[in-house]
């Protein structure tokens, strides 16, 4: 945040008290410095978390103080893991009971592409339940790697604007039971990488 | 190799008490290895339990294996263990493909069996007569893409990704995650009379507490 102290010290008088800022700046200072994270860890990147979490890496110097474990007094979601089709809908729900402004980090390779688990039974990206806003590469990533998705987040936040009303919309469900179309669905859920070869039937 | 003797002598006494219902055996990796008949494989398991001399009391796991070779039939593996004589007993049963997937349930032998047979009914498709709720375990109660341990189950399921999510987030919360499945409540009649006792006990103490 830019403080606008310096016209005040030319003038010749400081006053202690008050400042001067965009609001914006104030806002999406506020917001990105106490991000307080809902952890959702379903697998080994979990583990990981719990390591940024403790004393060694330490998630507080970031203003994540609180993990919350409560959706209502969360600001961002961590799914830390693989997510099978039968979490789905508990995602889903963790998600919209998480009160505006929200945010949301997918960790490792599962929870953004469905990682080596391309089968029947696992999500091929949580972005196709919930909207992402970081991924956070790596199988699992190391606490650093979680440590840099989350200031990208902050970066993210800090670029935000408060007068920009369609940021906030809490998204409904589609007339296909979806939150995107379902080609879309399709689509982010195609294999990829060596896997491009197969098909659906092998 | 003497212990491998002594470990098949339970196929021997299988077989002079049972005669044609028991299949071949073979000791592999010092297991023993008892092909039974499908239609008498209760019977031979409550005599495995119950007959002094083998007393397998403990049944360690049901599954079930479907083979790559497409003319194989499928097997039901159950892998006994009987705790007072140190000893395992692995029992198969071969269900060919064009008869019923379907053996009798040993729920009524080992109360362990319930959700061990419920996976794989779930997994195989392979039925279990007499089960008291032969139901899905691993995969949602509204799952409806067939079994997906078969051979002939496509790696990603039978549906597209989109209706599979579609489904996935349909799925009935409460349904499946009920309070109910995880309360003894009802299982309390089926208890030994001593842990009963014990049971009311630690409940009139912790009452007075």
């Not at chain 2, 003797?5 to 990796?29: D, K, M, P, T």
């Not at chain 2, 049963?93 to 959700?115: H, T």
């Amino acid at each position: 945040m830019e403080l606008t102290a310096g016209a005040g010290e030319r003038a010749g008088f400081v006053s202690p008290n008050w400042v001067t800022t965009r609001l914006d700046d104030l806002v999406n200072w506020s917001r990105a410095n106490s991000l307080w994270p809902m952890a959702f860890g379903t697998a080994c990147c979990a583990i990981e978390f719990m390591a940024t979490a403790a004393s060694r890496f330490d998630l507080a110097r970031f203003g994540m103080e609180r993990v919350a474990y409560s959706p209502r007094q969360a600001d961002v979601l961590i799914c830390a893991g693989r997510l099978p089709f039968k979490l789905a809908p508990v995602i889903r729900r963790i998600w919209d009971q998480m009160p505006q402004p929200k945010w949301c980090i997918s960790m490792g390779a599962c929870a953004s592409t469905g990682g080596i688990f391309d089968n029947y039974a696992m999500v091929q990206g949580i972005d196709t339940i919930v909207p992402v806003d970081v991924y956070v590469p790596g199988c699992p990533p190391r606490p650093e790697g979680l440590l840099y998705g989350i200031m990208l987040l902050q970066k993210k936040i800090k670029r935000e604007t408060v007068f920009d009303p369609t940021l906030r919309v809490e998204q409904l469900a589609n007339e296909h039971g979806l939150f995107l179309e379902p080609a879309a669905v399709d689509e982010l859920s195609e294999p990829f990488g060596n896997s491009v070869q197969q098909t659906r039937s092998a | 190799m003497t212990a491998a003797v002594n470990e098949s002598s339970s196929a021997a006494a299988l077989r002079a008490a049972f005669g044609a219902a028991i299949g071949r055996s073979a000791v592999v990796h010092g297991a023993t290895i008892v092909h039974v008949s499908r239609e008498r494989a209760h019977e031979i398991l409550a005599w495995l339990r119950d007959t002094p001399g083998e007393r397998y009391d403990y049944l360690t796991d049901v599954t079930a294996v479907e083979y790559r070779d497409r003319e194989r039939p499928l097997e039901v593996v159950y892998q006994l263990r009987s705790i007072p004589r140190n000893a395992f007993l692995r029992v198969k049963i071969e269900l060919d493909r064009s008869g019923p997937l379907e053996v009798d349930s040993v729920v009524d032998l080992w109360q362990g069996a319930n959700w061990l047979e419920r996976e794989v009914w779930d997994m195989f498709g392979i039925r279990f007569a007499g089960h008291p709720d032969l139901r899905r375990i691993l995969m949602w109660e509204t799952y409806d893409e067939g079994h997906p341990l078969r051979k002939d189950f496509p790696l990603r399921g039978r549906f597209s990704r989109a209706e599979q999510v579609r489904r996935a987030l349909g799925a009935d919360l409460a349904a499946h995650y009920s309070m109910g499945e995880l309360s003894i409540a009802e299982a309390y009649d089926a208890l030994p009379a001593d842990m009963r006792q014990r049971l009311k006990d630690e409940a009139g103490a912790g009452g007075s507490a």
